[in-house]
């Protein structure tokens, strides 16, 4: 079973910018669909991208904000995230699969085989 755990998460002002990072073990996460999501309070968990096949798929809330990178040396994908607003606060978790394909921006959360332990990220002033 992959692991993955997130870390980079914190308080930003509007406007800000903060980087999540998922590291993963023992598997190589190169060969893995990648999913970010959020889950704010009393709201669903929520997808914001969707990555396979050397492209990222990301919702139209976040579009032009944030971007997915990969760093196979470390075993790593990250989140950076700009033009941060408050609406983005949440809790925010990675996700991976062998087999899913990214067809969507935000692919069910049930089609995702691991999950990390998710990264709180508030935006206020």
């Known amino acids: 079973q992959l692991q993955l755990v997130e870390s980079g998460g914190g308080s930003v002002q509007p406007g800000g910018s903060l980087t999540l990072s998922c590291a993963a073990s023992?598997?190589?996460?190169?060969?893995?669909?990648i999913g970010w999501f959020r889950q704010a309070p009393g709201k669903e968990r929520e997808g914001v991208s969707c990555?396979?096949?050397?492209?990222?798929k990301y919702v139209d809330s976040v579009k032009g904000r944030f971007t997915v990178s990969r760093d196979n040396a470390k075993n790593s994908v990250y989140l950076q995230m700009s033009s941060l607003k408050p609406e983005d606060t949440a809790v925010y978790y990675c996700?991976?699969?062998?087999?899913?394909?990214?067809?969507?921006?935000?692919?069910?959360?049930?089609?995702?085989?691991?999950w990390g332990q998710g990264t709180q990220v508030t935006v206020s002033s």
């Open positions: 990555s396979s096949h050397g492209t990222t």
């Open positions: 023992p598997f190589p996460l190169e060969h893995y669909a």
């Open positions: 996700a991976a699969d062998l087999d899913l394909d990214c067809r969507l921006p935000a692919a069910p959360a049930h089609l995702w085989e691991s």
